[in-house]
Structures are given as C-alpha cells and as structure tokens.
C-alpha cells in the first residue's frame, strides 16, 4: 500500500501538469 500512497503524492504534485496534459491528449484524440 506504500506504493499506493506514493503515487498520490505524484498525482497531486504533478496535478496541473496532468491537467494541461490531458487537455491537449483531448485536442488531439
């Protein structure tokens, strides 16, 4: 469960990143 919880301390931290990664994964698809 480590694992887990450390993958949403990326999550969070990378949160705006993600957002604007996926706004332009949804332009191109």
Do not use: E, P, T
């Not at 993600?18 to 332009?24: L, P």
Request: avoid cysteine.
């Amino acid at each position: 469960m480590a694992g887990h919880s450390q993958f949403k301390n990326i999550m969070h931290r990378k949160g705006r990143q993600d957002a604007i990664k996926s706004k332009v994964f949804g332009k191109l698809a």
